[in-house]
């Protein structure tokens, strides 16, 4: 009696035939990737990892097999110099005794694979068509696609098999967004020194190689980043005149900025309405100081870089929640200087005189500006420096997105794909690699439309059921792959996000067995490669 398949698995040819035609063309057999190494002994994936550690990718594949009703999806890369071409599947281990169980939540063990193939799409497979094309133009390592396969492994949903979410489209698709936002380091800081955060697209030190080197990050070099800045403003107020200046560092006495009202004035005697209204001016001045060097070239790419990759795949959790990875920013100081404007008159008051709170107490030995006086826990100073952490900015970047609505364009589109990636962000991405995918296809008969609300589904490609071929004059007749177009990172997401809602109908037309709703099932994988993503970039 045949052991019954789950839906959702490749239709392959027998394994007798299969481990015969990869002889007579002299392929090694499929290597199951598994990361679960013991102490001192190597697994299938080091050893086939070893010989090409320093394996760059030229182009990767995601690709869909036309054989019904299952329409199995994988990848297929290429590696430069002759590396060969390689195929990476998501299927049910080849003795699981319960495939049904994959329509259950806990699911089953999933088998994932890496073989090499002779051609995109091997004649010793079901006939496949191309859905997603990316050709690199920027050095990729076999390292990455790995890093990739490793963080589905270790998602503590994701590990598993199930027909509704987490199957070979899930495995397929993940890599294939991953791979393209990690070629570009996408969550990595764009300027000096490029040792800020640790590189997703690399291969030093992945499975125990080229240890010489660290991939981890040194962060001990951040606060010593003297990128100059040179950004001021000015306002009066009564007869003098206060400047505001950004600097890396700073002999005047400090206040952290979220006591930024805490100041008071000595001198001259101001009512409370013209004090409430300095300490207004000095607030506002701050803000401008903060968005016009978010806006500066290296830091907004820092911020974008972040931001648009948190985006990149709809993520909708609250950015705060962020913070484990965010990049690290260099500290700075605001620093508010007064000077009188005016010539004072018949019994007005001298210079204006704030009172600073100290919170450490200051050695001897650093001495302060000419003028300044120390007295009870305060300092009183014509002038003051306020201090932004990396974590008070962050703050305040995060108060800026949250109320984006009232803020400059460049947060303005945040939580929109076709806004938040503007050109800068495209630029990137055209820079290092080509996407090309397919729009028109020919529509499954079987999928009731009617059951789509709000989907556009002539641009998702599923075919009808051929003949199961195997050699490649014969495949040949089934018909050639659809015409690609040029696409960019955005198109090439939405493109995505529509094959898992097609997913998700044909899921619920089964929900009494997968006792699944459609909006659940794209909700569930969205946010799975989302933390599939954090994983990769923590």
């Known amino acids: 009696m045949s052991r019954p398949s789950a839906p959702g698995v490749s239709v392959d040819i027998s394994g007798a035939a299969k481990v015969a035609a990869r002889r007579i063309r002299r392929l090694g057999r499929a290597v199951p990737i598994d990361f679960n190494l013991k102490a001192g002994t190597e697994n299938e994936l080091m050893a086939w990892y070893r010989g090409r550690s320093d394996g760059l990718v030229r182009a990767l594949q995601l690709r869909q097999e036309r054989e019904g009703p299952y329409f199995h999806q994988f990848i297929v890369f290429e590696l430069q110099d002759g590396g060969g071409l390689f195929r990476i599947d998501r299927r049910l281990r080849p003795n699981e005794d319960a495939p049904m169980n994959s329509l259950k939540d806990e699911g089953i063990p999933a088998f994932d694979t890496i073989e090499p193939v002779v051609a995109w799409d091997d004649p010793l497979f079901p006939a496949s068509d191309c859905l997603i094309s990316i050709e690199f ?156 060097y978010w806006k500066e070239g290296p830091i907004r790419r820092v911020l974008l870089k972040y931001l648009m990759a948190k985006e990149s795949l709809k993520i909708s959790k609250d950015l705060s929640s962020f913070s484990p990875y965010m990049p690290r920013l260099p500290e700075i100081v605001i620093e508010v200087r007064s000077a009188q404007e005016t010539r004072l008159g018949p019994g ?81 991405f055209k820079q290092s690699m080509v996407i090309r995918v397919v729009y028109k296809a020919i529509v499954q008969q079987d999928t009731p439309q009617e059951t789509t609300p709000n989907s556009n589904m002539e641009n998702i490609p599923r075919y009808r059921r051929p003949r199961r071929m195997i050699f490649g004059w014969r495949k040949g007749k089934q018909g050639k792959e659809q015409q690609m177009t040029p696409a960019t990172i955005t198109d090439m997401q939405e493109y995505l996000l529509h094959l898992i809602r097609a997913h998700s109908i044909r899921v619920e037309q089964y929900k009494r067995a997968t006792k699944a709703i459609a909006l659940d099932v794209v909700s569930d994988i969205g946010r799975a490669m989302d933390e599939v993503w954090d994983k990769l970039i923590e």
């Open 137 to 292: 133009k920027v050095d990729v390592y076999l390292a990455l696609i790995l890093k990739i396969c490793r963080a589905i492994q270790e998602h503590p949903l994701a590990q598993v098999y199930t027909l509704q979410r987490y199957n070979c489209y899930f495995f397929a698709q993940t890599i294939t967004m991953c791979a393209a936002c990690g070629a570009v380091d996408w969550a990595r800081i764009g300027i000096c020194p490029l040792k800020w955060l640790p590189t997703l697209n690399s291969n030093t030190g992945f499975l125990k190689f080229n240890e010489s080197a660290h991939e981890h990050a040194d962060y001990s070099e951040v606060g010593h980043t003297s990128t100059p800045i040179n950004i001021t403003t000015q306002f009066t107020h009564k007869g003098h005149k206060l400047t505001l200046a950004l600097a890396r560092r700073t002999s005047l006495p400090r206040i952290p900025h979220y006591q930024i009202d805490k100041p008071n004035i000595v001198a001259p005697s101001w009512k409370k309405d013209d004090v409430e209204s300095l300490r207004h001016k000095i607030d506002t001045s701050v803000q401008y100081l903060l968005e016009t």
């Open 348 to 428: 007005q008051a001298g210079a204006l005189m704030f009172q600073i709170p100290i919170y450490k107490p200051v050695p001897s030995a650093i001495g302060y500006q000419v003028g300044l006086q120390k007295r009870r826990g305060v300092v009183i100073s014509d002038s003051f420096g306020i201090h932004l952490s990396n974590w008070h900015q962050w703050m305040e970047l995060i108060g800026k997105v949250k109320r984006r609505e009232e803020h400059s364009p460049m947060f303005s589109s945040l939580g929109q794909v076709s806004g938040s990636i503007d050109d800068e962000c495209l630029d990137w």
